[in-house]
């Protein structure tokens, strides 16, 4: 069983940065290729990115390819995303997740353990 809480939304305005964490409890995160999801309001969940176990390899929405970067940091079982030149459309909340079998996603069904979320919200 793997707990995940993130941490790191807020309010910024258009063009702004945050970065996302994803801290890891129970196993250790590196037996997981994770991801980062969001869903706003009366949308459905949709996929931001993913990185393999290792960091090796890392996957973008293409919404969000050029602004947004994953990252993991094993040692501290934690994962990241930074989130620079922010945008409206990018209100949502942001859940982390982790993926015990081999291969890596873009399906949230894909996924085995979810975080709560943390809302992030972007003013214009």
């Known amino acids: 069983q793997v707990q995940l809480v993130e941490s790191g939304g807020g309010l910024v305005q258009a063009g702004g940065s945050l970065r996302l964490s994803c801290a890891a409890s129970?196993?250790?995160?590196?037996?997981?290729?994770m991801g980062w999801f969001r869903q706003a309001p009366g949308k459905e969940r949709e996929f931001v990115a993913t990185?393999?176990?290792?960091?090796?390899?890392?996957y973008y929405a293409d919404s969000v390819r050029v602004r947004f970067t994953i990252s993991r940091d094993n040692a501290k079982n934690t994962v990241y995303l930074q989130m620079n030149a922010l945008e409206p459309e990018d209100t949502a909340v942001y859940y982390c997740?982790?993926?015990?079998?081999?291969?890596?996603?873009?399906?949230?069904?894909?996924?085995?353990?979810w975080g709560q979320g943390t809302q992030v919200t972007v003013s214009s």
């Open positions: 997740a982790a993926r015990a079998a081999y291969g890596m996603r873009y399906q949230a069904g894909e996924y085995d353990y």
């Open positions: 129970g196993r250790t995160l590196s037996n997981y290729n």
């Open positions: 990185i393999a176990w290792n960091g090796r390899t890392t």
